[in-house]
């Protein structure tokens, strides 16, 4: 089975209308951006997103939102995009946000076919509006249950033909469980080479879960710049 694709545009031809997505990446970082401007440029809509952040105005998933891509949007953090703020007020997009362990649990549950689990987080906030709560040993526990989508994008920065993929420090965050939690998960690498020139012990994600991938260059943006003052 072939999965390697020449470009992010070939191996998302599929994406539908309303599909349900995981993005992977932490901030700016392991974000799928090629893969994210390939569905700009298809202008897919209704698309229901699962991300841990929003990116930022004018870059990410920010350019989702500015073309109107975007119906509803799961995640954590949503601090730095203005245009995610405008439209929620008004009642154009909308997001449910997660505690950010828990996000990431009820992704990893949905890769591991765990249908749902018990977490204290959120107890007593708007987060346990309509949930089961449970005691267990004295201590309140919400239950929550795993999120699967349609598509997983998820960047890596290295990978083989095979889809095995090895990604850098902060980029481990929310890439390889969204990898295992989709019916169809497209790579993108910054490198890819053949089967054999990886090291076994360092695969995060095995091929197995990987269906399409493709090699992309990487724009290394910071999310916010901060610098101290100069010492006189």
């Known amino acids: 089975m072939n999965k390697v694709f ?6 998302l031809f599929d994406i539908p209308d309303g599909a ?3 993005l992977g990446g932490f901030g700016l970082c392991g974000i799928p951006e090629n893969s994210i401007a390939a569905i700009v440029r298809r202008g897919v809509r209704g698309l229901h997103t699962i991300a841990n952040n929003m990116g930022v105005d004018g870059f990410g998933m ?12 799961t995640g954590s953090y949503v601090g730095e995009n203005k245009l995610m703020e405008q439209q929620v007020i008004a009642g154009q997009l909308k997001v ?38 449970r005691t267990f040993n004295g201590r309140r526990y919400l239950l929550e249950t795993a999120l699967q ?3 997983a994008l ?3 920065w290295r990978g083989d033909t095979q889809g095995n993929l090895v990604y850098r420090r902060t980029a481990r965050n929310f890439n390889p469980m969204m990898a295992t939690a989709a019916r169809i998960t497209i790579a993108e690498v910054e490198e890819l080479v053949q089967p054999g020139e990886l090291d076994p012990d360092l695969i995060h994600t095995p091929g197995i879960y ?9 724009e290394k943006r910071i999310e916010r710049r901060t610098v ?3 010492v006189a």
């Open 6 to 11: 020449a470009t992010a545009d070939d191996a």
């Open 20 to 22: 349900t997505i995981m």
């Open 62 to 73: 920010g350019l989702m939102l500015e073309a109107g891509l975007i119906a509803s949007h």
């Open 96 to 133: 449910n946000l997660i505690p950010q362990g828990t996000l990431a649990e009820r992704i990893r549950a949905g890769g591991a076919g765990i249908p749902a689990f018990y977490t204290p987080a959120g107890v007593g906030t708007v987060i346990a509006d309509g949930k089961e709560e």
């Open 149 to 151: 989508a349609d598509f």
């Open 154 to 156: 998820v960047k890596a």
């Open 210 to 218: 990987v269906k399409r991938i493709f090699c992309a260059p990487s």
């Open 228 to 230: 101290r003052k100069a």
